[in-house]
């Protein structure tokens, strides 16, 4: 069965720099599109970026010119390289498989869109 396994979070401090890796199994890696949610306390859980088979991405207004997305196909590891991190990014981060139906870049980033969930890392930043 998928299988989606996240590491990498951490607690830093504003203006600093996380690297989230997800490591997944149980199915063809390069064949789909996969994306990075996260969910804050009291929250609902948003599309922070997302990675097509042709490698081309979409990212969240929020996040845009700060956060990388990027994967190894060889190695089914998908990653968010998180730079200038501000306390507003803390959160629960998921790693999602994005769902054959809506795998083009017309279709919105929501977790409705999402087939399987990571279990989450935690990334907290302080000010």
């Known amino acids: 069965q998928v299988q989606l396994v996240e590491s990498g979070g951490g607690s830093v401090q504003a203006g600093g720099s996380l690297r989230l890796s997800c490591v997944a199994s149980g199915y063809t890696y390069s064949s789909n599109c996969m994306a990075w949610f996260r969910q804050a306390p009291g929250k609902e859980r948003e599309g922070v970026a997302v990675i097509y088979s042709t490698d081309s991405t979409r990212y969240a207004d929020s996040?845009?010119?700060?956060?990388?997305?990027?994967?190894?196909?060889?190695?089914?590891?998908?990653?968010?390289?998180?730079?200038?991190?501000?306390?507003?990014?803390?959160?629960?981060?998921?790693?999602?498989?994005?769902?054959?139906?809506?795998?083009?870049?017309?279709?919105?980033?929501?977790?409705?869109?999402?087939?399987?969930?990571?279990?989450?890392?935690?990334?907290?930043?302080?000010?």
Request: proline content about 3%; hydrophobic content about 30%.
């Open 63 to 127: 996040v845009k010119g700060r956060f990388t997305i990027s994967q190894d196909n060889a190695k089914n590891t998908l990653y968010l390289q998180m730079n200038s991190l501000k306390p507003e990014d803390t959160a629960m981060y998921y790693c999602a498989k994005i769902l054959s139906v809506y795998c083009h870049r017309y279709a919105s980033l929501e977790p409705a869109n999402v087939g399987n969930w990571g279990q989450g890392t935690q990334v907290t930043v302080s000010s």
